[in-house]
């Protein structure tokens, strides 16, 4: 697939439960696919304070999707976070040629480091 690469940092609902932030995840996915993006990799960082109020809000729930993807999606994602009520924050930003080749050298690594472990 051709495309960019983005990170894409949600802030989700603080009062949801950890299966309902689940769900929200898994429809945040499908979102990402549909729109043409493939998920390189997903952190979860959990349920953090957040460094002032947001919203009447001082936690939440951080997500951060690393995606590849063509150059129209970015408005399309948004577009579904600012209607999807349980996300009350995001941002998506193109990665920049030095950070994108040091994060692709990270997942060589972590391939490299997988297949000795399996080796063992």
Same mark, same amino acid.
């Given at each position: 697939m051709e495309g960019n690469y983005y990170?894409?940092?949600v802030l989700i609902e603080p009062s949801l439960g950890? $299966?309902?932030v689940s769900k929200v995840v898994d429809t945040i996915k499908s979102r990402i696919q549909?729109?043409?993006?493939e998920i390189i990799r997903e952190e979860?960082?959990?349920l953090r304070d957040l460094a002032y109020e947001l919203n009447k809000r001082r936690r939440a729930y951080y997500r951060i999707f690393t995606v590849k993807a063509p150059p129209e999606f970015v408005k399309?994602? $948004?577009d579904f976070y600012r209607t999807y009520e349980p996300?009350?924050?995001f941002v998506t930003f193109k990665l920049k040629k030095k950070k994108l080749r040091a994060f692709l050298e990270s997942l060589k690594?972590?391939?490299k480091e997988g297949a000795a472990q399996n080796v063992q």
């Open positions: 990170e894409s940092v950890e $299966e309902e549909r729109y043409g993006g979860d960082w959990g399309s994602l $948004e996300v009350f924050k690594g972590q391939q």
